[in-house]
């Protein structure tokens, strides 16, 4: 699997095919976008909705917008955020990692967070932390299966849902 950060053109806008697999990859994903309300109809995902979105997160200067390609397919996206708004949270945060419902439950997800967390990792940083919205059991399941421990239950800050958040330490000694 190879990691990318997303570029955008000098305009700020993401070239038209790479928008159309990123507008087809959220799409696969209807039930969390429903979850998450982040999308008006999660039956009718539109390309310059998932550009808007996409660019919202990049205007937050510690973000970063990560493709997962395996294959050269487009099979997941990672929205990474160097450091929290609350400057007393001294962690990283993976903001969203979604992979094509198509491919899910075949090791891209574990192998996309695995390639996260080594860049944190490179970076010197110690943990990353996440947060899980309240109903998203397959994703708290999958979370906690790759190590990450819940520590907190408050509304997340984007949109004021109830959310679990999760860490975990990125080094070995850590995580004994």
């Not at 955008?8 to 429903?34: C, K, Q, S, V, W």
């Not at 080594?118 to 932390?129: I, L, N, Q, Y």
């Amino acid at each position: 699997m190879l990691l990318t950060p997303l570029h955008l053109t000098p305009d700020h806008d993401i070239p038209g095919p790479l928008l159309t697999e990123l507008t087809a990859l959220y799409a696969a994903n209807r039930d969390f976008m429903a979850l998450s309300g982040d999308f008006p109809d999660p039956d009718d995902i539109r390309p310059e909705q998932v550009a808007a979105a996409l660019a919202e997160e990049l205007a937050h200067p510690d973000a970063e917008v990560l493709l997962a390609r395996s294959e050269g397919r487009l099979v997941g996206v990672a929205i990474t955020l160097a450091r929290h708004p609350d400057r007393a949270d001294p962690d990283p945060w993976i903001g969203l990692l979604m992979v094509d419902a198509e491919v899910q439950r075949q090791g891209y997800g574990r192998r996309l967070a695995a390639l996260v967390e080594d860049r944190f990792r490179t970076e010197g940083r110690t943990a990353v932390r996440l947060a899980v919205l309240d109903g998203n059991d397959r994703a708290l399941a999958f979370w906690t299966a790759l190590g990450y421990g819940v520590i907190d239950r408050r509304p997340d800050l984007q949109l004021g849902r109830p959310c679990s958040v999760l860490r975990k330490p990125l080094s070995e000694s850590q995580q004994a």
